[in-house]
């Protein structure tokens, strides 16, 4: 796979509209119908066969063994369809700790996601705005967007922007203004439910009209408890927490938990931590492969087999408005993403992580 446009153009989609507008409804394509419930047999076979073909690396030689990893997750996952939920799943990304990788998890996943076939929307709740810049939507200020969700009730229909590189992924975008947005909901009714009945209502809407089922909403969280984060708990249905493989990696930690436990039990009984990511993961470190070990130990059914490492192009996708998913989409980093997604996709969600 050499550039992004092949990589999403040779994957048949199951859904979608000529115009990718989201508001759109579309039949799926009969053909394409065993997309929904992954490839068929044969496909899956001959994947099989060629991952097994790939020789394997002596572990003295990291280099070579990375290279068969990467190998082997090309064959598995590009142009596979990842399976649908049977209703949306709404993940809120936080950790109160800033740069562990919330932003880059967010829209990695998401584009992983709609590459794969689903339908995503990513929320930026953040107002630094990062997940705006990464999936290249408009943000400037006066573009409608999150704040005129929460403060002026602004319906979220009115904000949604189709994601220019990554067919089936749309952004609700966070402006400068969303930096006042935590002192102004302070004197607002129903100040902590606010994004909860924005989105509810969008989706109700979309069943309404008969438009097609958004798969994965993801809310990006800013570095910190306030009531941005507070809104983005009561919305989410699932937790997804980024931890940086590094020392004061789970410092900070159990505040978070006990919040989401508060708002578990006043706010939003549905909430829990489903998903842990191990990012920025160097595993020629004794510290990486400690941290790593102790959350797996603490939190085994939550954290994903998958770690997402270090890499250079993930850091510069950004500066191109850009997901690494897009721009290099066979990167280390960005095969790691696909993996992660997959796995996420796979989980069977239990009926209290469903709308
Ligand atoms: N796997 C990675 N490899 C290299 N750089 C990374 C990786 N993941 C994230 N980064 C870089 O680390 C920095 C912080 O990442 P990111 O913005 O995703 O964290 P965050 O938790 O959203 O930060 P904030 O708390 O400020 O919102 C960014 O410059 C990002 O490009
Ligand atoms: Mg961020």
Known sequence: MSTSTEHVDDVPRNHGTA???PHVSRETAPALAW??????????????????????????TPLAAQ???????????????????????????????????KTTT?????AGLAQSGLRVLVIDNDPQGNASTALGIEHRAGTPSIYEVLVEDEPLRNTIQECPSVPGLYGVPATIDLSGAEIELVSLVSRETRLRRALDAYLLEREE????????????????LGLLTVNAFVVGREVLIPIQCEYYALEGLSQLLKTIELIKAHLNPELRVSTILLTMYDGRTNLAQQVAAEVREHFPDQTLRT????????SEAPSHAQTVMTYDPGSTGSLAYLEAARELAERAPRPADLR
């Open 19 to 21: 115009t990718g507008d």
């Open 35 to 60: 997309a929904v419930g992954g490839l068929p047999p044969e496909i899956d076979g001959h994947r099989a066969a060629l991952v097994a073909s790939v020789p394997e690396a002596d572990e003295s």
């Open 67 to 101: 290279l068969a990893i990467d190998a082997r997750r090309r064959i598995e996952l590009q142009g596979r369809q990842f399976p649908r939920p049977e209703r949306t799943r709404i993940i809120t990304v936080a950790n109160q700790k800033g740069g562990v990788g």
């Open 106 to 110: 967010t829209v990695n996943l998401a």
């Open 209 to 224: 009209r008969g438009e097609e089922q958004i798969d994965y909403v993801f809310v990006d969280c800013p570095p910190s």
């Open 307 to 314: 770690t997402v490492p270090r890499s250079v192009r993930i």
